[in-house]
């Protein structure tokens, strides 16, 4: 077996995943490497022979293979069935598994930064119905989430989303933003708005109780202005650095068979990386 894993991509040179598996492959004496490889659309094919093959224990997926790969694979769980998209793979006695990890990065990274938080069930509110809002409403209603208030920019691609997810997903108008804040446990942006070099998400908090939990999937800045005006209001805040680094430990356990730990140290890491930019 392959001690080799990668993420695949197109493009594929912004992906810090190589830093965080790298770190672990250290930490646990693994003698592998974790590497970028860029793949375009007409060759996945390929690159799923060379992993049937063993080349690679496994591998991430991101942009734009993630809906791809679940249809090459023989084997999705249920998560990755749910979400529509994968971004692990691994071989497994001659089987190729994906799965979505991004739901269970998510979970991970509120009960690490703000455990308890979802004893209270109830409603919360989602921003954005891209591909990583389909993550996010797959975990909240496993979570138990009674109501899930959903609003987008665009108006259908928020029915679309909701029409698949049940109906415990309600849509609302995007322009309703600000008063949809006043009933929610958790407010979650899944927008690129916030992100360096994105205009800010424009919204007023001063609805929200003061037991809300506010986080942003946008991890770059750290404190994106969303988390600043929830800090600002008083409101506890986790931000999204953690999803990225919970996501990747169970595609590194299946891979090398070690459960690794999201610690101090690696997200100290990412940070210096983001600094850098
Ligand atoms: P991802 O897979 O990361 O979720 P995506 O599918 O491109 O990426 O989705 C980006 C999300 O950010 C969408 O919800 C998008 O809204 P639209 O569906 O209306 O495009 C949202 N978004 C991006 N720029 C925006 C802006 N300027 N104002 C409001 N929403 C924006």
């Given at each position: 077996m392959?001690?080799?894993a990668c993420?695949?991509?197109?493009?594929?040179?912004?992906s810090r995943?190589?830093?965080?598996?790298?770190?672990w492959?250290?930490?646990?004496g693994?003698?592998?490497?974790?590497?970028?490889?860029?793949?375009?659309?007409?060759?996945?094919?390929?690159?799923?022979?060379r992993?049937?093959?063993?080349?690679?224990?496994?591998c991430?997926?991101?942009?734009?293979h993630?809906?791809?790969?679940?249809?090459?694979?023989?084997?999705?769980?249920?998560a990755?069935?749910a979400?529509?998209?994968?971004?692990t793979?691994?071989?497994?006695s001659g089987?190729?598994?994906?799965?979505n990890?991004?739901?269970?990065?998510?979970?991970?990274n509120l009960?690490d930064g703000?455990?308890?938080?979802?004893?209270?069930?109830?409603s919360?509110?989602v921003?954005?119905?891209?591909g990583?809002?389909r993550?996010?409403?797959?975990?909240?209603?496993e979570?138990?989430?009674d109501t899930v208030?959903?609003a987008?920019?665009t108006?259908?691609?928020?029915?679309?989303?909701?029409a698949q997810?049940g109906?415990?997903?309600?849509?609302?108008d995007?322009s309703?933003r600000?008063?949809?804040?006043?009933?929610a446990g958790?407010i979650?942006n899944?927008?690129s708005?916030g992100?360096?070099?994105s205009?800010r998400?424009?919204?007023d908090l001063?609805?929200a109780?003061?037991?809300t939990?506010v986080?942003d999937?946008?991890?770059?800045?750290?404190?994106t202005p969303?988390?600043?005006?929830a800090?600002?209001k008083?409101l506890?805040t986790?931000?999204g650095?953690g999803?990225?680094?919970?996501?990747?430990v169970?595609g590194?356990?299946k891979w090398f068979?070690?459960?690794p730990?999201?610690?101090q140290?690696?997200?100290a890491l990412?940070?210096?990386?983001?600094?850098?930019?």
């Amino acid at each position: 077996m392959s001690t080799n894993a990668c993420v695949i991509g197109w493009p594929i040179k912004h992906s810090r995943s190589p830093l965080i598996h790298n770190h672990w492959l250290e930490q646990h004496g693994i003698g592998g490497r974790y590497t970028r490889e860029a793949v375009e659309p007409e060759t996945l094919d390929a690159f799923v022979a060379r992993l049937r093959d063993g080349q690679f224990a496994g591998c991430n997926v991101t942009v734009p293979h993630k809906e791809t790969v679940l249809a090459l694979a023989d084997e999705a769980d249920a998560a990755a069935r749910a979400i529509g998209a994968a971004n692990t793979l691994w071989m497994e006695s001659g089987v190729l598994h994906a799965s979505n990890t991004d739901a269970y990065g998510f979970l991970a990274n509120l009960d690490d930064g703000a455990p308890g938080w979802d004893s209270a069930g109830g409603s919360a509110f989602v921003l954005g119905a891209g591909g990583a809002a389909r993550a996010i409403l797959h975990a909240l209603l496993e979570r138990g989430f009674d109501t899930v208030h959903l609003a987008n920019r665009t108006r259908s691609r928020a029915e679309e989303l909701a029409a698949q997810s049940g109906p415990k997903v309600c849509v609302a108008d995007w322009s309703d933003r600000n008063a949809l804040c006043e009933g929610a446990g958790l407010i979650v942006n899944t927008t690129s708005l916030g992100m360096a070099g994105s205009p800010r998400l424009d919204i007023d908090l001063a609805a929200a109780k003061p037991e809300t939990l506010v986080t942003d999937l946008v991890y770059a800045p750290l404190v994106t202005p969303l988390l600043e005006q929830a800090k600002a209001k008083g409101l506890a805040t986790v931000d999204g650095l953690g999803m990225l680094l919970h996501q990747a430990v169970p595609g590194f356990e299946k891979w090398f068979g070690v459960r690794p730990a999201v610690t101090q140290e690696l997200r100290a890491l990412i940070v210096a990386d983001l600094e850098q930019e």
